[in-house]
């Protein structure tokens, strides 16, 4: 299954904000460290000012006399370094604590969720001790111990992380907002290169690309429109090559009909004659030939229907004199004369063609000819079906445009271009010569319909009219 597609716009947003969760978690990490550390430290520092004091009672009973005997006193330095979880304890050298000191949690050190209290225990280890000895001159008299309270530790830390992640919170809402309408601006020059494309993409080869900002895009947009320029030239060149190889094509095709019907037409009409006559003597002289006689005859006059259909189809009736109506009307009354009423030709003509230039007339006829014979000889249909339409122009900026429809109830191919073989290829040549476009519909149970849709050139000026025949 393919991945589905994202907008640009918002795959970036979606990597800002994974950036920004990282930092974010970087951050959470940092305050989570930092607080353990700070911990850490007041920690040793208070443990290192409960020795200090301690070691001064000593000294204070030792070296004066009369001085009352309260040792450890811890009440003299909890008054300046007590604070909300602390705990200071004196620990004698048997291991035993004479005298500890705690204040309470404060309340807003209650508030920690459990998942919190249970990652923070276990990547640190809250409510360590910490101890400083308490020493009076070489020797070692216990030591002062100093902890925070676990609770309260991670209600601190939990406090902090969680100020730390609403400003998070709110700042990268804000980042993404101000990033999305930058992505936004700054790739909006993507719907004119889409847009180009598009058109491109459409056939129309005229289409470029405004100059834009960005290096990147302008350098997209030079290319495009060289890409764009030079497929207008070549198309150019091309059509002109097509035009000139059909002109070509069909004097070669009316010099190929001349020459069958002076060369070959005569010959056939001289058999024809001489097995006449002969078979006239042959009745009187010798009756045994004369069924030879009348075989060479009917022969000769198959050979020359035969010969009448070939050169129709090479040097189709004058379209400038007749008119595109009375000729394809012809085209298809001489194939329903042929084809014996296994196939029933029809026309539906709609629209007024007189006005249509000879060259363009006569390329129409040689579409529809062509692709009423493919349908004829390949499709295997009991219908099929001409529709000519003239369509008047729906905008100023566009050109009226002849439609060609053949319709066919036969077997439509898998591949059309198969079927068809180089017929296809020569009528989508000449229509794409005429600025035109070629398409198959196969999507009924049975038969095709091949439309070509051919823009009228200027000088015609179409009228509206509606006719039908058959």
């Known amino acids: 299954m393919p991945a589905p597609k994202l907008d640009l716009k918002f795959r970036l947003f979606l990597r800002v904000v994974a950036l920004a969760g ?14 353990d550390r700070s911990a850490r430290a007041r920690a040793d520092w208070i443990a290192e000012v409960v020795a200090k004091d301690l070691a001064l009672q000593q000294g204070q009973s030792h070296w004066i006399k009369g001085a009352p005997n309260q040792f450890p006193d811890l009440q003299r330095v909890a008054a300046a370094i007590m604070a909300p979880g602390l705990c200071i304890a004196y620990r004698a050298q048997n291991g035993e604590i004479l005298q500890r000191l705690c204040s309470g949690a404060a309340p807003d050190d209650t508030g920690a969720p459990q998942f919190f209290a249970d990652l923070y225990q276990r990547l640190f280890d ?158 009187q002289e010798c009756p045994a030939l004369l069924s030879e006689c009348q075989s060479i005859a009917r022969t000769a006059a198959h050979m020359m229907d035969a010969l009448r259909g070939a050169l129709l189809r090479l040097r189709p009736p004058d ?29 539906e003509l709609s629209g007024e063609f007189g006005a249509l230039p000879p060259d363009f007339a006569a390329s129409l006829y040689r579409v529809a000819q062509e692709a009423i014979t493919n349908a004829a000889k390949h499709a295997q249909a009991s219908r099929v079906t001409l529709r000519l339409g003239m369509q008047e122009a729906a905008g100023p900026d566009q050109r009226a445009h002849i439609e060609i429809d053949v319709d066919d109830d036969g077997k439509a191919a898998a591949d059309a271009t198969v079927r068809f073989g180089m017929g296809l290829l020569g009528m989508r040549e000449r229509i794409t010569a005429l600025g035109g476009g070629l398409s198959m519909d196969t999507s009924r149970p049975r038969g095709l319909v091949l439309r070509a849709r051919i823009p009228v050139p200027p000088a015609a000026t179409p009228a509206c009219e509606t006719r039908y025949a058959a």
């Open 126 to 283: 809250a409510g360590r001790e910490s101890a400083r000895p308490v020493s009076f001159g070489k020797e070692a008299h216990g030591e002062a111990v100093a902890s925070i309270d676990r609770q309260s530790l991670i209600g601190q830390s939990w406090r902090e992380t969680s100020r730390l992640a609403v400003i998070m919170a709110v700042a990268l809402v804000g980042l993404c907002v101000l990033v999305y309408a930058a992505l936004a601006d700054a790739l909006r020059p993507t719907r004119a290169i889409r847009a180009g494309l598009e058109r491109l993409a459409a056939g129309d080869l005229s289409a470029r690309l405004p100059p834009f900002d960005l290096a990147e895009l302008s350098a997209v947009g030079n290319v495009f429109n060289h890409l764009a320029g030079s497929l207008e030239t070549t198309l150019a060149e091309r059509q002109a090559l097509t035009q000139r190889l059909i002109v070509v094509q069909d004097e070669e095709r009316q010099h190929l009909a001349r020459e069958l019907h002076d060369e070959f037409g005569q010959c056939l009409a001289a058999i024809g004659a001489v097995a006449a006559s002969a078979g006239q003597t042959a009745q």
């Open 22 to 35: 990282l930092c974010f978690a970087a951050a959470a990490a940092y305050v989570l460290f930092e607080t």
């Open 319 to 347: 379209v400038d004199e007749l008119g595109l109506a009375a000729s394809l009307q012809g085209l298809v009354a001489g194939w329903n004369t042929r084809g014996g009423g296994r196939t029933r030709f029809s026309i």
